[in-house]
């Protein structure tokens, strides 16, 4: 399966900034996935990256407040702007190469934000 | 929101056979099973896949009735290393959506 790398693993920032988390996989795939899970709880889908195009934003995330970048088939990137003390979570990338159902998604370690 | 459901969390002694069942009842005909586990600190890890029947790895078996609408993850013999959390998400969609998962804590 492919190998994901995150970066940073983690980080603590504090309201108001914004931190930009990066995502490389060492092959191409062809879907890549942006999750969140905050302290205790399962993930949450934040939205699919697309290459080459906006990504595609889940009820409840946007644009502003989680850009995200795929310039090719092995990186994108997720920033969280203008944080606050909400934002601390766990932020997973995930990707998929293909679209049929036995083909499964794979995780990196995720990157650990607390805000002050 | 996920549409399989699984108990919030289970408890065993080292040595037992846990098994963790999950309801799939909106299951397509196409529709893989998949069950993930996840320490703390990492992202969750794939297990184990199947359609029907019978599945067995290295690290669990999955049993899936005729029917479909249910899957069982056995884990043998299970070690304190084993506490996780177990997730068997929606595989109807791409990207999975994840219910809450099975916490298991593995008592010496």
């Known amino acids: 399966s492919a190998v994901i790398s995150q970066k940073p693993s983690r980080d603590i920032c504090q309201r108001g900034t914004s931190l930009t988390i990066q995502c490389q996989v060492d092959?191409?795939?062809?879907?890549m996935f942006w999750y969140r899970q905050q302290p205790g709880q399962s993930l949450t889908l934040i939205a699919t990256a697309n290459q080459g195009s906006e990504a595609t934003y889940e009820s409840g995330f946007v644009i502003d407040k989680f850009p995200i970048s795929r310039p090719n088939l092995t990186f994108s990137t997720l920033t969280v702007s203008n944080m606050s003390p909400e934002d601390s979570s766990i932020y997973l990338c995930?990707?998929?190469?293909?679209?049929?159902?036995?083909?499964?998604?794979?995780f990196g370690d995720g990157t650990r934000l607390s805000i002050l | 929101l996920a549409k399989t459901t699984q108990p919030i969390s289970m408890d065993s002694y080292e040595g037992q056979e846990v098994n963790i069942t999950c309801s799939h009842n909106?299951?397509?005909?196409?529709?893989?099973i998949t069950w993930y586990q996840q320490f703390p600190s990492q992202g969750p890890r794939f297990i184990i896949q199947g359609y029907k029947t019978k599945v067995t790895n290295e690290v669990a078996s999955l049993f899936i009735p005729a029917d479909r609408k249910s899957s069982t993850l056995s884990l043998p013999r299970v070690s304190l290393s084993d506490t996780a959390v177990y997730y068997c998400p929606d595989s109807g969609n791409t990207p999975l959506v994840f219910g809450k998962g099975t916490r298991l804590s593995v008592i010496a």
């Open positions: 909106n299951i397509a005909t196409n529709d893989y």
């Open positions: 995930s990707v998929k190469d293909g679209t049929r159902s036995n083909q499964p998604q794979h």
């Open positions: 092959s191409q795939v062809t879907m």
